[in-house]
């Protein structure tokens, strides 16, 4: 599971290049340029005081001429045709020409935006009228059932024993595989759909139009009729709809001595290394083991420099094919998931608070957060939260984080994306163009299969990282820098390296 196959880079978004840094110089470019018609104003002001120079005055009485050349010269140089003054005001209209630019760039972004969500919500919304034309008052109960589906498809694929497999792939036969290999051929398709869902919860329980002498009504139509139901503008609604029905819970966080993997007692010394740990840690809780699931682990070093550091690594989902009545002590399941693309606040998120406080973490010592999948996800919302800990760096794994942020100022989000994994592409949205996050997508070729779990596998993923690592682009290359410099990658601790493994669980 290393990045020697190689991955190909596909593209990369945000970060200190991408459009969004792009128009921050040009609007610092616009005040540089402000800033200089208002010094040619200041010396225009100081030509028409030596027009009215008393000394120069009291010249011409011996030299009018010599006056005569000289004022013209100071009015030429002030106020002519070619004059600082004509000059600053040619300036200023380059700083309003320059902020007018960005703003109608932004203007269209923005409008172009808004019609693809007004269409994905339309498209959604159709689809969910006819779900609920042709299923009636079971209806609604399809919309957490398509989304289990998919979810089983991605990631509880490779957790499920190998005669579970076998039996799935012997009902489904080639239809099974064929759908996977249109889902990897096909992602931006696949979050177009996702981009609509909160037009399909809409329209599976909002009235529709009769087709014959009676008029079907989904269940819960008669009160979106009467306006009692809001509307479910966006994915991240609709997900926050459905995450109600699941009880958020309490977590219980404690330490696992003596646990550990491979990597626990090393500093990672690269991206690649912090996806390799992530895939060791994640095998805690593999299949047949649920009494780890929940583990995540937290690193401690303090470098040549005196500051203390922390890496704390969130595995992804370990059960996806939780139902609201079917809830159990498990942190990382499908109601979380839906919590974290609503951007509500989960039980797995403050398990980690919990557990970056009883590693002894301080309020100002840097921290990074690395997760894989649901991992990431969290990682990423922990750092746009207030939380009284000094998050300075994610780096996340197949996760989708677009309805996530801003992120602060000066912070450094570096997210990998394999093309054809549809796991990041779920919350229905690319990732914003923004200077602190910067979105590597690759393709990792032979290592990912052509299904979907192995497109949103850490051999996939390894490789990715190890691309980034590489990579001479330069808004990843500030990222990866960003890593090396701030002493999370590449440190060699004199005292060491501490490392605890926790397990966070759900109270109800």
């Given at each position: ?12 978004t ?6 969004a ?13 402000e800033?200089a ?48 003054l ?43 009228q ?6 009636g ?51 931006r398709?696949?979050e ?17 139009v ?33 995450a109600?029905?699941?009880d ?10 003596g ?24 095998e ?74 009883a590693?002894?973490i ?7 957060l ?6 990431g ?13 000094r ?13 996530l ?21 779920l ?82």
């Amino acid at each position: 599971m290393t990045g020697s196959d190689g991955a190909v880079v596909v593209s990369v978004t945000g970060g200190v290049t991408g459009v969004a840094a792009t128009y921050e110089r040009l609007l610092a470019l616009a005040v540089t340029f402000e800033a200089a018609a208002e010094r040619m104003r200041g010396w225009a002001a100081r030509g028409a005081a030596v027009l009215v120079d008393s000394d120069l005055l009291a010249s011409g009485l011996l030299a009018p001429l010599s006056l005569a050349e000289a004022e013209v010269a100071v009015v030429t140089a002030t106020t002519g045709p070619d004059g600082v003054l004509s000059e600053s005001a040619g300036w200023w209209l380059d700083a309003e020409a320059l902020r007018l630019a960005v703003r109608l760039l932004q203007e269209a972004d923005e409008l172009a935006e808004h019609a693809l969500d007004a269409l994905d919500h339309a498209l959604g919304r159709a689809l969910g009228q006819s779900l609920a034309l042709s299923l009636g008052p079971a209806a609604p109960l399809w919309l957490p059932a398509l989304a289990g589906g998919l979810a089983v498809t991605t990631v509880l694929w490779p957790r499920l024993p190998e005669l579970g497999r076998d039996l799935l792939v012997e009902r489904l036969g080639d239809e099974g595989d064929d759908l996977q290999e249109w889902v990897t051929d096909h992602p931006r398709l696949v979050e177009r759909l996702a981009a609509g869902g909160g037009g399909l919860v809409d329209g599976l329980r909002s009235p529709v139009v009769p087709l014959g002498p009676v008029a079907p009504l989904p269940p819960l139509g008669l009160l979106g009729l009467l306006g009692l139901l809001p509307p479910t503008r966006d994915t991240a609604a609709a997900a926050r709809l459905l995450a109600g029905a699941y009880d958020p819970g309490r977590p219980r966080t404690r330490a696992l001595p003596g646990v550990a993997v491979p990597a626990s007692a090393a500093p990672p010394r690269s991206v690649e290394d912090l996806v390799e740990h992530l895939a060791q840690l994640s095998e805690l809780s593999a299949p047949g083991r649920p009494e780890m699931n929940g583990t995540i682990e937290v690193q401690s070093f303090t470098g040549d420099d005196g500051v203390a550091r922390h890496v704390v690594y969130l595995p992804g989902t370990d059960d996806m094919t939780t139902w609201p009545w079917t809830q159990d002590d498990d942190v990382r399941d499908m109601g979380t998931n839906l919590a974290l693309v609503g951007d509500l606040p989960t039980a797995y998120g403050a398990g980690v608070l919990d557990a970056m406080a009883a590693a002894g973490i301080g309020p100002d010592e840097p921290v990074l957060l690395a997760g894989h999948s649901q991992g990431g996800l969290q990682a990423a919302q922990l750092l746009d939260e207030q939380h009284g800990y000094r998050i300075t760096h994610v780096v996340t794994a197949g996760s989708p984080t677009a309805h996530l942020g801003p992120f602060p100022d000066g912070s450094h989000v570096l997210s990998l994306e394999q093309q054809g994994d549809v796991v990041p592409l779920l919350d229905g949205a690319a990732n914003p163009d923004s200077p602190e996050q910067v979105t590597l997508t690759f393709e990792a070729g032979p290592l990912t299969g052509r299904d979907v779990p192995g497109h949103h596998g850490f051999a996939a993923y390894a490789a990715g990282a190890a691309a980034a690592d590489a990579s001479p682009h330069p808004g990843v290359r500030e990222q990866v820098r960003s890593l090396h410099e701030s002493g999370f990658l590449g440190a060699q601790p004199p005292d060491g390296v501490r490392h605890t493994v926790y397990r966070i669980t759900r109270d109800p």
